[in-house]
């Protein structure tokens, strides 16, 4: 009888722990194999960081003293929260967007034009924001949309009903060998963050995290997912800088694999999504990990800088067609008034929506939900259900 699988669901509304919030796995650990064993036992995990290093054709496993480097504002215990992340892009849809909405204005052909200015001027895209007016003018037509108050509650529901399909939240699945996240995108997403608090919500959520240092082109990538080893207390990948990425993720997927790890997240390299040389290597790592599993990578999620508006689209689009996609983070919406975009992605891609980042806490990468996300920019009347 073969036992049946158990979906743990990261939900973003679970926050005491985080994102990830499950029970933690009873796994069977083997004492016999005569290797170290990876554990998370607080009185040696607050001094040591697990590294391995792949130097030669054996991997070797180091473990040194190391006192974790200050969070530098990472601060796990302060979340923005969604509205205050959101807060340059709500101000852009309310005062630009709304604003002209209010009062009790009659329905005509300048309001309507108005409107669908504002929205491709806050990152909304030409393409949702036709899908959007064209819905709406149905709506008008038929005469269920009377005033500009009725507009806008009508304009929320067509919001909703562009998001909604991609609220689709990472399911990470009891299996016998490692979750492989592949995490893609060009430099400064935000890549290198997100996996560090991707890992550390996890941690916490109770599940074993090994990490690939597979971002070899600069040295600075290495250091920086070291130090993000380092700070949640999970063991890293790496070798020296100007290394075949490949080699890195196949041989951090045989060690997850040996030493019973949950979840392998594995950087890339950041590249421009133009430079099809680089995006062929992608495609060669994933046809690595699939010699070791041949469901792996089992997430391919690209993070992409929210504030970059339309060229994120872009980005994800080549991405998509190079290597297919599973997943996407949009991160940085607190810095920037282009959150619109995500209304874009949406529509031209519609590819699950995982996470959002809407601060610096670790925290403030959270669960994408359409609802709270369309209420954190346009609060202009009671949720609606959207089927």
């Known amino acids: ?11 973003g509304s679970l926050a005491a722990v985080g994102l990830f919030s499950f029970l933690k796995r009873q796994k069977d650990r083997r004492a ?4 170290s064993e990876i554990t998370s036992d607080a009185a040696t995990a607050a001094q040591t960081s697990v590294e391995i290093r792949a130097d030669t054709a054996d991997t070797q496993l180091v473990e040194a003293s190391v006192e974790p480097p200050p969070e530098h504002g990472i601060d796990a215990g302060v979340e923005v929260g969604l509205e205050a992340g959101l807060g340059k892009t709500r101000s852009r849809f309310r005062d630009n967007l709304l604003n002209f909405l209010l009062g009790d204005k009659p329905i005509d052909e300048d309001l309507l034009e108005e409107l669908e200015s504002q929205l491709i001027m ?8 036709r899908k959007i007016m064209s819905s709406l003018g149905a709506s008008v037509a038929r005469s269920e949309v009377g005033d500009s108050a009725a507009l806008g509650k009508a304009l929320r529901r067509e919001l ?3 998001l909604k399909p991609v609220e689709v939240p990472l399911e990470i699945p009891d299996q016998s060998g490692p979750f492989v996240i592949l ?3 060009v430099n400064g997403s935000g890549k290198t963050t997100t996996i560090g608090k991707l890992a550390r919500q996890m941690t916490e959520g109770g599940l074993s995290v090994m990490l690939a240092a597979g971002d070899t082109f600069r040295a600075a990538a290495v250091e920086q997912l070291e130090t993000w080893g380092a700070r949640n207390k ?16 196949f041989d951090a997927m045989q060690s997850a694999k040996a030493r019973g790890i949950d979840v392998l997240i594995a950087d890339t390299a950041g590249r421009l999504h133009t430079q099809a040389n680089l995006m062929d290597e992608l495609a060669k790592v994933k046809r690595v990990l699939s010699k070791l599993d041949p469901t792996a990578p089992h997430e391919t999620l690209i993070v992409l800088d929210g504030g970059t508006g339309q060229n ?9 067609d190079a290597i297919g996609l599973t997943g996407m983070a949009v991160t940085k919406l607190d810095g920037t008034a282009k959150g619109g975009v995500v209304f874009a992605i ?10 959002i980042g809407v601060g610096e806490g670790v925290f403030d990468l959270q669960v994408f939900e359409a609802e709270p996300f369309i209420d954190a920019l346009v609060d202009v009347g009671a949720p609606v259900d959207v089927a």
């Open 234 to 249: 999970v063991p890293v990948v790496a070798q020296g800088s100007g290394a075949d990425s490949a080699s890195v993720i």
């Open 183 to 185: 995490v893609v995108g």
């Open 122 to 129: 806050a990152d909304v895209g030409v393409v949702a924001t």
């Open 312 to 320: 994120a689209l872009a980005q994800a689009q080549q991405f998509h």
């Open 160 to 162: 909703l009903a562009l």
């Open 1 to 11: 009888m073969i036992a049946s699988r158990v979906n743990h669901v990261i939900r």
């Open 32 to 35: 016999s194999d005569g290797a």
């Open 346 to 355: 949406a529509e031209s891609l519609g590819l699950p929506i995982r996470f």
